[in-house]
């Protein structure tokens, strides 16, 4: 079956990088559509980079544009989230998530798109 573990997480100050690795497994044929989101207690679940493996086309949420970089790794099993200039509001479980469909219907950055996902990875950015 499909896994997908995360990796990387844990504590950083206020303006330093981290970066996050997704690691899939246990699928025939490709996954299409990659993503990183995230959540906080008591909020919804936020997509903030996606990326089309196949075009290697990226998505960001605005909060993060110009912050965060998704990558795949050469393998094409791995996928990675560059975080830079970290704020303590990006604190969170940080999620992967794959799926076979290019990103449609529902957008990269929605959950709905989404089949398979990790356990998540916490991020705390102290200030």
């Known amino acids: 079956h499909v896994q997908l573990v995360e990796s990387g997480g844990g504590s950083v100050q206020a303006g330093r990088s981290q970066r996050l690795s997704c690691a899939a497994s246990?699928?025939?044929?490709?996954?299409?559509?990659v993503a990183w989101f995230r959540q906080v207690p008591g909020k919804q679940r936020e997509g903030v980079a996606a990326i089309r493996t196949d075009l290697v086309s990226t998505y960001y949420a605005d909060s993060v544009e110009g912050r965060f970089t998704i990558s795949q790794g050469s393998d094409k099993n791995t996928i990675f989230l560059q975080m830079d200039d970290l704020k303590p509001e990006d604190t969170a479980v940080y999620f992967c998530?794959?799926?076979?469909?290019?990103?449609?219907?529902?957008?990269?950055?929605?959950?709905?798109?989404?089949?398979?996902w990790g356990q998540g990875t916490q991020v705390t950015v102290s200030s």
């Open positions: 246990g699928y025939d044929g490709t996954m299409y559509c």
């Open positions: 998530a794959a799926t076979e469909g290019r990103c449609i219907p529902y957008g990269p950055l929605s959950q709905d798109q989404y089949a398979y």
